[in-house]
């Protein structure tokens, strides 16, 4: 069955620090997004692609990178952890069809600690 | 950013009883869908709904997508233990994006 994995599942990690969360779907979806989701903010859109070489900044994207060089994989760069960063990510993808119908698909999430 | 209002924020029901929770935004919308989240794991898709008016259900759930098309209802009937957890609802806008905005989401507790 096609879905969409994250890797690590958890990771603790120290303030500085490069880090990279890995997205994967086999849905062959050409739309593809990142999320963090913390208590009293909901989920809030880091960065999203909506093909290979297409990168778009989200509303929280200050210290995250990504880049889309298939159409599987969007891996999520923080480039220099912060304790802010500490939170829930999700990685999330969609497929644009003609119609216009559009539905948006969650992969199990990754929990990063920057201590 | 811009998030949808969801109500009620958390509810504490009797098993068995019906559960209904809404949606509402001041944008329109093409695309409401449901998701129901378990602790520790990701949004799991419930149901989605794509054209105003349009009521679809899903086993004991049954979603509408509300005829002003800014606001979407999720009902769940006879409740049981395990439809415990936080219920989210997303809008698609009409701006052209994929980008969906979410709901605040509805804690579910179910007292057996």
């Known amino acids: 069955d096609a879905e969409i994995t994250q890797s690590p599942r958890h990771k603790i990690t120290e303030t500085g620090r490069q880090v990279t969360l890995a997205c994967h779907q086999t849905w062959n979806h050409n739309n593809m997004f990142w999320y963090r989701q913390d208590l009293g903010h909901g989920l809030r859109l880091i960065h999203y692609s909506y093909g290979v070489q297409d990168t778009n900044k989200g509303e929280v994207s200050d210290g995250y990178s990504v880049s889309r060089s298939n159409t599987e994989d969007l891996p999520l760069t923080l480039e220099s952890a912060a304790s802010s960063q500490t939170s829930v990510y999700f990685c999330?993808?969609?497929?644009?069809?003609?119609?216009?119908?559009?539905?948006?698909?969650f992969g199990p999430g990754t929990r990063l600690t920057v201590l | 950013g811009q998030q949808l209002n969801q109500s009620p924020q958390s509810m504490f029901i009797q098993e068995g009883e019906d559960v209904s929770m809404n949606c509402t935004s001041s944008s329109i919308f093409n695309t409401w869908l449901w998701y129901k989240q378990d602790p520790g794991e990701g949004p799991v898709l419930l149901i989605a709904l794509y054209k105003a008016g349009e009521l679809t259900s899903n086993g004991r759930l049954t979603a509408q997508f509300g005829i002003t098309r800014k606001d979407s209802f999720l009902n769940i009937s006879a409740s049981i233990p395990s439809d415990v957890g936080i219920y989210f609802c997303a809008g698609l806008g009409t701006s052209g994006t994929y980008k969906y905005i979410f709901g605040t989401g509805t804690r579910l507790k179910v007292l057996a």
């Open positions: 999330a993808s969609s497929e644009s069809s003609m119609s216009g119908a559009d539905t948006q698909y």
